[in-house]
């Protein structure tokens, strides 16, 4: 693709959204306001994401009188030099390989691997209507919202653009202050069962102890 545009694919955006949000929404279930609204938001960063990277790079664009002074004879309408961030920093070869990409891969793999996992736990005890505290809810009380932390931070690795990059830290703390209303409704529901819970449970940094304390709320 080096040479030519590589934009203006707007089937790739359409389909590429379409994947990544379905994935989410299948496990992340949203049904409330609060949830949809969250989940509205993840899904608006993936779609300005996918809409810079194979649509219309606004970014490169808006950035362009200072990215030709600064890297003279780059084709910047290329796919392999909208990864910004590879050219910035100097790397050479398929930027697909360079570290970063790397990392994000590894960090969005990562993080709908959680976004799976924690859902399962929350989703039976949902069913049961009791405190889910096993798996990774043994380790911290927000799972949920790390995966999608993690997966948003990720696709910034390997395409950071100017809406996501001010997107990202609007949306960590919708997913801060809607953990924080969680844990009110939780502490309304369970009561010191959920305040011990949260004595003994980070919330945002994993712990890897082991879980048999949990077991016993």
Known sequence: MHGDSAYGLWTLVILNSAIFI???FSFAKPQTKTDWRSFGAFSAFIIALFTEMYGFPLTIYFLSGWLVEKYPGV???SHENGHLLHTMLGF???PHFDPLHIASNVLIVLGF???AAAWNVLHKAHQTHSLATTGWYARCRHPQYIAFI???FGFLLQWPTLPTLVMFPILVVVYVRLANREERMAIEEFGDMYLRYMESTPGWIPKFATEKTISNY
């Open 22 to 24: 379905f994935f989410a």
């Open 75 to 77: 084709d910047f309408l």
């Open 92 to 94: 050479e070869g398929d």
């Open 113 to 115: 691997f959680l976004l």
């Open 150 to 152: 993690m997966i948003m």
